[in-house]
């Protein structure tokens, strides 16, 4: 099993709603990753989790709060969203390289709108 | 910090014609270097990487030459495909202090490719 696995695909949600986007891999990867992708622009990245612990936070507001329950599942909880937050928002795993960059698989995202 | 340049699309081309995406970079250090591809409605998916000078990566018939001389790291195919259509992301990633990759990838701006039969 090869595939990260994003759910819901799609989310519409108003700025007063609370939403969960959920993320799986089994591939026995210990680093998994939150980027965010406005349409026609590259990845963002906002949260990396090695080992199940917040290793990066690039600032990303608090209304966004991610979780990893366990090494397979990565989630990222929202609440009190603006519009602009309108995006695809991706997840991804890798191996923790050890001296190389490893690669990152990637989930096929979940589109968000905020109302 | 570090960046990634890549030419401006869109590209547009038929099929069976050679592709170029030209990509350059700036990092401190030594770097490995990416290419990702990105279908429509979909993640992002590896294509190729390089992880130190004169490294070679290919897959698909695309390949990129890491060339430290000239900070670049270009993608090459001798005959597009129709299938090829996407948009292509060149990377880059640093390890930390540690001597560990965190996946922080540093993305180009990204280059849309058309191939039409």
């Known amino acids: 099993d090869t595939e990260v696995t994003q759910t819901p695909k799609h989310l519409v949600m108003g700025m007063t709603n609370k939403k969960s986007l959920k993320c799986e891999q089994h591939m026995g990867h210990r680093a998994m990753y939150w980027y965010k992708q406005k349409a026609k622009k590259p990845p963002e990245l906002m949260f990396v989790?090695?080992?199940?612990?917040?290793?990066i936070n690039e600032s990303v507001p608090s209304r966004f709060s991610p979780e990893c329950p366990n090494s397979s599942l990565l989630n990222l909880h929202l609440h009190a969203l603006q519009p602009e937050d309108s995006a695809l928002y991706l997840c991804a795993s890798s191996q923790e390289g050890r001296g190389v960059a490893e690669k990152l698989f990637f989930g096929s995202g979940t589109q968000l709108s905020v109302l | 910090g570090d960046s990634v340049t890549q030419m401006e699309g869109p590209v547009t081309l038929s099929e069976e014609a050679f592709l170029t995406i030209n990509c350059t970079y700036t990092?401190?250090?030594?770097?490995?270097l990416f290419w990702y591809v990105q279908y429509p409605g979909e993640g992002l998916q590896l294509l190729l990487k390089a992880t130190k000078a004169d490294d070679k990566g290919s897959n698909k018939g695309f390949e990129a030459t890491y060339r430290k001389e000239t900070t670049s790291f270009h993608l090459e195919k001798g005959s597009v495909q129709v299938s090829d259509s996407a948009v292509y992301f060149c990377?880059?990633?640093?390890?930390?202090?540690?001597?560990?990759?965190?996946?922080?990838?540093?993305f180009g701006q990204g280059t849309i490719l058309t191939v039409h039969p």
């Open positions: 990092a401190t250090g030594y770097p490995s």
């Open positions: 989790y090695s080992y199940e612990k917040l290793s």
């Open positions: 990377a880059l990633s640093q390890l930390n202090a540690g001597g560990t990759s965190y996946g922080k990838l540093t």
